[in-house]
C-alpha cells in the first residue's frame, strides 16, 4: 500500500490551501455538517476561506436522521443562528440500514406514516419536501441527483485514520491526482423504472487529521463544539478519541455502541427501542458472536460451509438476495485470483476469503458491501504471519 505523503506545514494549514483551491474551482460548495467534531473542523476551514474570499454565507447541509443524540439537535441548531452560515436542515424520511433486525433490515427516519413511532418532533424550519427526492432514496442519492452538477462541491470531513477503508481511498490515488478531491459518476435509482447517471464531487480539506488535531482546533479557537462528547466522556469511551462516533445508531458500525444510548439519553432510549425491530437486542447482545462479532464458533458436526447455509435461512426474499449478492461476490473476487477451492477456516493467502469468513458477512448483514473490502486485509495478515510476500503468493497460488 503506498502510504500518504507528510506535509512540512501542520494540518490546518494544509486544509485551509485545500478549502481555498475548492472555493477558487468551484462556483457552489456545500459542506456536509453532521454535527460531529470532524464537520465542526471543516465548517470552521470553510468559514475563514469564505470570508476571506468574499464567499459568505458559507452553505451548509444537515441531514437530521431523526434518531439523533439531543445535544446534537441542541448543538446544530447554535449552529443555524450564525449570520455567515446558511443551513438547510434537511428531515426528508430516507432509507437506512437497520442492522438491529434481519426480519426489518431497513428503516425510513421521519416516515410520514409512522409518526407515531417518532423519537421527537420536526424541528421548526425542516426541509420535508424536494423535488429530487423520492421515498425509497438513501440521502446519498439524493445528493448525488441534487449535487449532479459539475460546478458543485461536497465538502464533507472524512478522514484517513477513522478506518482502513478510508485511509486506502486517499492513499490509492492513481500518480498526479488530487487526494482531497474525489470525482465519481454513480447510478441512482429514481424508483419509477428510470436510473440516473450522476456526476458528482466530493472534497475533504482535513483527510489527513487525527483526532487529535481537531480537539486542539476546537481548543485553540474556544469553538463550539457538540456536547454529546462530554456524555461520551463519562462512558467506557472516555478520552477513546476515535471510538467517539455522532451518528444514527442503527447502522452496522455505530451499532457497536448502541447501549450508551441508553446509559446517556434514557428519555430517549424508551422511544427508540419502540422505532425499530431488534433495538433491545442489539444493544444486549451486538458485541457478541450471535452479532457476528469475535465470531469463532459453529456446531461441531457441520462445515463452515454448511453452517453458511444455516445462516442464509435467517433471510428471506430479496433480503436473501441481497446478502446472497454480497456472498457472490466475494466468491468472484477469490476465483479472479485463484483456481485454489475456498479454505474452509483460514484465509486464503491471496483472496482473504474462507467459508468461515463468508458465515460472518452474513451474520452481520453487510447490505453496503463493506465486509467484503476487507477481505485483502485478511490475506496481508496471512501473508506476514506466514512469511510470504505478495509476488511469491501470486507465482505459487495466483491463476
Known amino acids: 500500500m503506498s502510504k500518504i505523503k507528510k506535509l512540512k506545514q501542520n494540518v490546518y494549514d494544509a486544509s485551509l490551501d485545500r478549502m481555498r483551491d475548492i472555493y477558487e474551482s468551484y462556483d457552489d460548495v456545500f459542506v456536509m455538517f453532521s454535527g460531529g467534531k470532524d464537520s465542526t ?14 464567499k459568505l454565507p458559507v452553505k451548509v447541509v444537515f441531514i437530521d436522521e431523526e434518531v439523533i443524540h439531543p445535544t446534537t439537535v441542541e448543538y446544530v441548531a447554535r449552529i443555524s443562528k450564525n449570520p455567515n452560515i446558511d443551513l438547510s436542515w434537511v428531515c426528508l424520511p430516507f432509507k437506512h440500514r437497520n442492522a438491529c433486525s434481519n426480519e426489518q433490515p431497513y428503516w425510513y427516519c421521519w416516515n410520514p406514516e409512522e409518526k407515531d413511532l417518532w423519537v ?6 425542516a ?14 442519492d439524493w445528493m448525488q441527483v441534487k449535487h449532479n452538477k459539475k460546478n458543485t462541491i461536497r465538502v464533507l470531513g472524512i478522514r484517513a485514520q477513522e478506518s482502513l477503508r478510508r485511509l486506502r481511498m486517499f492513499s490509492n490515488k492513481p500518480k498526479g491526482k488530487v487526494v482531497y478531491t474525489a470525482e465519481s459518476i454513480n447510478t441512482v435509482d429514481l424508483q419509477n423504472g428510470t436510473k440516473l447517471n450522476c456526476l458528482t464531487f466530493n472534497g475533504y480539506p482535513i483527510y489527513d487529521w487525527m483526532s487529535e488535531d481537531v480537539w486542539r482546533l476546537v481548543n485553540i479557537k474556544q469553538l ?24 444514527q445508531p442503527f447502522g452496522e458500525e455505530p451499532l457497536r455502541n448502541l447501549a450508551l444510548y ?3 439519553f434514557p428519555d430517549m432510549w424508551a422511544k427508540m427501542i419502540k422505532r425499530v425491530k431488534g433495538v433491545n437486542s442489539a444493544k444486549l447482545y451486538s458485541n457478541t458472536e450471535l452479532w457476528g462479532v469475535r465470531k469463532d464458533g459453529k456446531p461441531e458436526h457441520l462445515t463452515w460451509k454448511a453452517f453458511l447455509h444455516i445462516c442464509l435461512s ?10 446472497k449478492t454480497n456472498i457472490n461476490n466475494a466468491i468472484k473476487i477469490h476465483y479472479r485470483m485463484t483456481d485454489e477451492p475456498l479454505p474452509e477456516e483460514i484465509p486464503h493467502i491471496l483472496s482473504g476469503c474462507s467459508y468461515k469468513y463468508l458465515c ?3 451474520i452481520k448483514g453487510d447490505f453496503k458491501g463493506r465486509t467484503v473490502g ?17 509476488e511469491n503468493a501470486r507465482a505459487n497460488h495466483g491463476r
Open 360 to 362: 460472518k458477512l452474513v
Open 224 to 247: 463550539d463544539y457538540n456536547r454529546t462528547y462530554d456524555f461520551f466522556n463519562k462512558t467506557k469511551l472516555y478520552n477513546k478519541l476515535s471510538g467517539q462516533r455522532v451518528s
Open 41 to 54: 473542523a471543516v465548517l470552521t476551514v470553510a468559514l475563514e476561506i469564505a470570508e476571506e474570499k468574499n
Open 262 to 264: 441508553s446509559e446517556c
Open 314 to 323: 435467517n433471510y428471506k426474499d430479496k433480503y436473501l438476495h441481497k446478502v
Open 127 to 140: 426541509i420535508i419536501e424536494d423535488e429530487d427526492f423520492k421515498f425509497g432514496m438513501s440521502y446519498v
Open 120 to 125: 421527537r418532533e420536526l424541528p421548526e424550519n
Open 374 to 390: 476487507m477481505m485483502n486485509r485478511n490475506s496481508e495478515k496471512e501473508r506476514d504471519k506466514r512469511g510470504i510476500t505478495i
